[in-house]
């Protein structure tokens, strides 16, 4: 329902001072609560009243923790059920065209994330270099823009209720056009950032006779490359807002890097406040600036995207810098606490040592309301946390886990053999005499549903209901029915289904020394999916094989190959909580140095193909393109390492999902899989354009069906995308396979999607014959 509320025109006022803020929220839950009414609710066991119901709760629930904590301007609209760019396309009147017949709002808003059986969902791609995913809107040259605030109202209107100081946040428009698609023949979304002008300035008229005294416009994009039209679009945007008489204080907040030279642009614009990252960088384009005059930094000096305690001592003298030239400042979090867990407290088995060198977001919260304090009284007003901290410092770096020296010296010898030394295609011609598949082999990524018996099973031995002889029982047979469905199939390649593994991350690391994995410390990936990412403190080490077992098994019930599968170091870090005491380059090279030693180990159990994934590679990229040989370099490095120590005849497969491949286009050659699979379904066979320019000669895969829509795709839609794939690459390296694991989907659409996919790939085999 369009907003109804009359527009006044009493005169601006200005916000009321703060000294203590974050710039964002969890939303799911501390015990995913949001995650569980959500899934119910499409699964029709629960309405739309209690899912409200559920939702409300949970943001009063974390308004007033924060109002209890001391946080004085407390962010709202930071709730979402599912994504918050697509709560800014329904806010804009920009949901696709194609879920416009959808008559129920929240019904239409759920098709566009997640599809349905005859609407395909929007694209889904990385939040800047974080592991969030956000769903990319499409915009069009006719999109109309259509201004619908009456969720953005609601949320305030409750807060309000409440008693709460509340401060809406929206995703800025700069933000939302930079990070969306274009479509129907539109290059560049920004070329609309005119039209949305009058929406923005209606919206502000709106929350302004709501209550609202400032309102949050993230702009995360102005830490990014933007060009000098981009710089001067946004300070002629945030110009004519600041113009406007009736509306809240405006606060531009800026976060996962430096804003360089975009911060004099935004201050000269007129807005009250501007936050900064000053984590990631960022303090001396504060201290350079001549631009501030009087207006209000909100400091971001307490890592929101990491789990480590702050230094306070740090903190501190970056807020002393940043005084000495801002008109005033507010402390914050780097950015939303949407990547970090809840609370500390949740966590009973760790121990009490590892514990005092953490926070979680109760912790950080705690923390900002500290540095406030000693902002507003002085330095000996926190005496005793500053010792605290300073202890906590002491106590991590002395710490015999932190260290391992035998590791240190075992990476240093092997990164002299870091490549394979017979080029790709002479491996090609041993390994396809080894493995004897056919014309566009079929496979699949590797994880198969996680059914309720393997959930059952996993928590029974985690209560010391059955023992690890009973367990493996229960998994070996979960394997075999994976294994027995795979062949019914008639599947090329086989996968042993991965049902013990809870996370393909977390799984790793609670098997190698250096980690722990939270009970948990759950974060938000996307939509209802939430992962605990393990906390790297020390050098890794891997003390026994992780999976050789699993896949002898696997193996033995086949004579079809079966991959060993493998998580690679750079998508291990980038879902971890990773160090801040050690370059990630040289973590890298231990972690990869684990993932050797296992890759050696199964190729000695019968392993002819190896599955090393990295998922994450794009991820890390820095958003700065000055930064990115670097990361590029130890990346691919890191996974030559751990791939390099197998013989010619073993196939090494690696897969990688959701993100711009164009950046990393050339990494993905020089990392030297023989078979390399992409998400690519969402897209439409956008990557393998990037991949013919650049000329890969490689096996690759690119996903023929998208597996984070409940769709079951046609034979003759996975035949187009075959097609379309041939194009580009030549039947003897094309692979048939869906973009992604099969974990998050149910048995019943994996078996009619796969039937589809082995039923397309036999036809277009028989078409080229």
Known sequence: MA??????????STGPAFGATVLGTPRVGPDRELKRATESYWAGAIDRTELERVAARLRSDMWAGLRAAGIDAIPVNTFSFYDQMLDTAALLGALPGRVAHIADDLDRYFAAARGTAQVAPLEMTKWFDTNYHYLVPEIAPHTAFRLDATSVLDDLDQALREGIAARPVLIGPVTFLALSKGVDGLSDPLTRLDDLVPLYRELLTHLHAAGAQWVQFDEPILVTDVSDETLDRAARLYRSLSEQQVRPSLLVATYFGDTGGALDRIAGAGVEAIAVDLVSGGLDAVTGSDALGDTLVVAGVVDGRNVWRTDLDRALARLEAVRAVAGSVAVSTSCSLLHVPYSLAAETGIDATLSSWLA????KVAEVVTLATAVRDGAESIGAALSDSRAAAGQRSADPRVRNDTVRATVEAERRHRTRSTPATRRRVVQQQELGLPLLPTTTIGSYPQTTAIRVARADLRAGRIDGDEYTARMRAEIAEVVRLQEKLGLDVLVHGEPERNDMVQYFAEQLDGFFASERGWVQSYGTRCVRPPILYGDVARPDAMTVDWFRYAQSLSAKPVKGMLTGPVTILAWSFVRDDLPLADTADQVAL?????????????????????????????????????????AVGAFQLATSGVADTTQIHTHLCYSEFGDVIGAIVDLDADVTSIEAARSHMEVLDDLESVGFDLGVGPGVYDIHSPRVPSVEEIVDSLGEALAVVPAERLWVNPDCGLK???TDEVVASLTNLVAAAKQVRAELS
């Open 3 to 12: 907003v109804t509320t009359p527009i006044t025109t009493s005169p601006r």
């Open 360 to 363: 979680f977001g109760d912790e």
């Open 594 to 634: 684990a993932i050797r030693q296992e890759t050696v180990d199964l190729e000695a159990a019968g392993a002819r193909i190896v599955q090393v994934d990295e998922p994450a590679l794009r991820e890390l990229l820095p958003l700065r393109a000055s930064e990115r040989p670097r990361y590029l370099d130890w």
């Open 744 to 746: 998050t989907r149910g």
